[in-house]
């Protein structure tokens, strides 16, 4: 049985575009990986999961290096305070 545009999508997945979550977008790639590695897949929709994989992909490394700059401001934040609590101390 041929798949055609409208098979290859398993149920409602998040768009590249859409505010989803890293574990929606994660399991979104998952199932991308899981069509592309079918040996029937077409090639227009092979391209196109392709192209949505690499949305996901740089979607979530964004998602990844803002949670990064959070911690970071974070644990800076706390070793600020630390040091203002010992020089007070003295």
Known sequence: ????SND?????SPSPADNV?????????ERIVRELERDDQQLDDALRLFEEG????????EALSRSELRIEN???D???????SFTSAE
């Open 78 to 84: 706390a070793e600020v305070e630390e040091d203002d």
């Open 21 to 29: 979550s890293l574990d929606e977008r994660l399991s979104r790639l």
């Open 74 to 76: 974070l644990v800076s």
């Open 8 to 12: 290859v999508d398993e149920g409602s």
């Open 54 to 61: 690499v949305e996901h992909v740089r979607a979530a490394r």
């Open 1 to 4: 049985m041929n798949q055609t």
